[in-house]
């Protein structure tokens, strides 16, 4: 099974900046498309932006301009620049990764979470 782990959420005051890390570790073949999510109080999980393997980034509407997300495949690590953070960006961030074990199963690997809390 492959493990993800989050860090870099703490609180922040409006305008100010964070990066999210998230760190796969485990047996697997290969890691396919990455992405961040969020969880707000009293709202659904939203999907924030996704990389795939090859770069190339999506992003949410609220947050284009302002977040970006990268990768090391090396590290097996992704990351969320959040730049001009707003109070609606508070939030449980989530990374998921799409996960292709040594016999070919695939599947959706998640992380715990990381509180970002944006103060106005």
């Known amino acids: 099974q492959v493990q993800l782990v989050e860090s870099g959420g703490t609180l922040v005051q409006t305008g100010g900046s964070l990066r999210l890390s998230c760190a796969a570790s485990g047996r697997f073949h290969s890691i396919n498309n990455m992405a961040w999510h969020r969880r707000a109080p009293g709202k659904q999980r939203e999907l924030v932006a996704t990389i795939t393997r090859t770069g190339d980034a999506n992003y949410e509407d609220s947050v284009k301009g302002r977040f970006t997300i990268s990768r090391d495949d090396a590290k097996n690590t992704v990351w969320l620049q959040m730049n001009s953070l707003k109070p609606e960006d508070t939030a449980v961030y989530y990374c998921?990764?799409?996960?292709?074990?040594?016999?070919?199963?695939?599947?959706?690997?998640w992380g715990q979470g990381t509180q970002v809390t944006v103060s106005s």
């Open positions: 998921s990764a799409g996960v292709t074990l040594p016999g070919g199963h695939f599947y959706t690997a």
